[in-house]
């Protein structure tokens, strides 16, 4: 079982940065990959990043990758997001979602199936 509860959204300057957090309450016997999605109005939701707990192996959307960075603390108990330069097409809400995962490579999906445990989520609003 896991828990995961997000914070850091809000109001966001065109042009400005976001840093989320995810806490995540887990077994710490099991690995785990924690992810990054969003769901944009209108939009279906869409994977971010991933980061495998087990030595932080990331993964991410290639058409944001540079913009977007995901990490985690030595723990493995909160998964960080950080955003540049944003845009009003990155006004979202932001969820953390994680599954059980073997090894690294498992951890190399966006797909939103693939994940069984999610956040509430985080409101982000880009605007001028």
């Known amino acids: 079982q896991v828990q995961l509860a997000e914070s850091g959204g809000g109001s966001v300057q065109t042009g400005g940065s976001l840093r989320l957090s995810c806490e995540a309450s887990r077994n710490h016997d099991n690995d785990h990959c924690l992810g990054w999605f969003r769901q944009r109005p209108g939009k279906e939701r869409e994977g971010v990043a991933s980061?495998?707990?087990?030595?932080?192996?990331?993964y991410y959307l290639d058409s944001l990758k540079g913009r977007f960075t995901i990490s985690q603390d030595s723990a493995g108990n909160t998964v960080y997001l950080n955003g540049d330069r944003l845009t009003s097409d990155d006004t979202a809400m932001y969820y953390c979602?994680?599954?059980?995962?073997?090894?690294?490579?498992?951890?190399?999906?966006?797909?939103?199936?693939?994940?069984?445990?999610w956040g509430q989520g985080t409101l982000v609003s880009v605007s001028s």
């Open positions: 980061i495998f707990t087990r030595g932080g192996v990331t």
């Open positions: 979602a994680a599954f059980e995962a073997e090894y690294w490579y498992n951890c190399r999906t966006l797909r939103k199936d693939d994940y069984n445990y």
